[in-house]
């Protein structure tokens, strides 16, 4: 099962892209057995407001009942010094538009 985090900051520090890039070089080391790192970490800003950012841990395997996972928690606990936090957790629900170009099998919704 594929799954994501999102952790969302709005934050009032105008440099809180250096903070948030420090957190993720320091995620992005590997730490732990293999089948608990994450499959990808994306991080993205709004589009009108530099502060704001989300960044999205994504996972593959079982989502625990939709319990955050460590690497996750951390991350939430050291941006908190950033700014606001909304931290979730997102299951793949299998819909979504077929992969691939001259995919013309239908919509898979």
């Known amino acids: 099962m594929k ?3 999102t952790i969302t900051l709005r934050s009032t520090r105008t440099n809180a892209d250096a903070g948030v890039a ?3 070089m320091q995620a992005r080391t ?3 057995p293999a089948t608990q790192r994450p499959v990808d970490i994306k ?3 709004h589009a009108g407001i530099d502060t704001d950012f989300s960044i999205h841990i994504h996972w593959d395997g079982s989502a625990n009942d939709q319990d955050k996972s ?3 928690l951390r991350l939430a606990q050291n941006l ?3 700014g ?3 931290h979730s957790v997102w299951i793949e629900n299998g819909m979504g538009y077929p992969e691939g170009p ?3 099998q239908g919509q898979n919704f």
């Open 70 to 72: 460590p690497l996750g």
């Open 102 to 104: 001259g995919h013309d």
């Open 84 to 86: 606001l936090i909304n």
């Open 43 to 45: 991080i993205y800003h």
């Open 22 to 24: 420090e957190l993720l």
């Open 30 to 32: 590997p730490s732990g």
């Open 80 to 82: 908190k010094y950033l």
């Open 3 to 5: 799954w994501i985090e």
